[in-house]
């Protein structure tokens, strides 16, 4: 049998679609980012917590395609409790390979979540300079 489920998304990519990881907002987020697709008008916006350089907390809202949910919900698994640094060096095929892979004509919609860290991270270090 193939990895791939229904519509050549994988196993893990369904669930994760089924079953968000932290999905919501943070109120007393220390930063916040968005990113959007002009082609498919698709957004996503992160909120992070973060303490000593760390990510302690992140949720995220993504109005899109059921891959950027996923890609969301694992890029939020991902990153939580890793460094700034690291959080930044997330790539978009470090997403799509925990997922198991995504469908070549899914593989941008990984590109919102690296993009909506990479925007709340600038978030924080505009808002922290010295932490920079
Ligand atoms: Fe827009 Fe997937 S189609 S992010």
Known sequence: MSQYG?????????????NPRNVGE??????????GNPVCGDLMTIFLKIK?????????????????????????????GKTLEEAANLSKQAIADALDGLPPIKMHCSVLATE???AALKDYYSKHPSKS
């Open 52 to 80: 000593d350089k760390r990510i302690v907390d992140i949720k995220f809202m993504t109005f899109g395609c059921g891959a950027a949910i996923a890609s969301s919900s694992m890029a939020t698994e991902l990153v939580k």
């Open 26 to 35: 943070i109120k007393d987020a220390d930063a916040v980012g968005s990113a």
């Open 6 to 18: 229904s519509m050549g998304y994988t196993e893990k990519v369904m669930e994760h679609f089924r």
């Open 116 to 118: 909506a860290i990479e």
